[in-house]
């Protein structure tokens, strides 16, 4: 699993993602989205980059936690 934030700089989080995703061995890879920016639109645009789930910053551990959770049981 990965955690990426949405505004690293060149590449930011969503061209990261399709990035990994484009090698045959991440494409299963599980992806989580880390950012300020916890908006309806902002997660429409991380699932259509290929992640798999959303974390608002700041991150409050509990809901990190059954994010990972979540993930493990996924994969």
Known sequence: MILIDLQMPEPDGLEA??????????RDTLIVATTANAFADDMT???AAGMNDHVAKPIEAKLLFECVLKGVQRG
């Open 17 to 26: 993602t399709c990035q990994i995703h484009l090698e045959s061995r991440n």
């Open 45 to 47: 645009a991380c699932i």
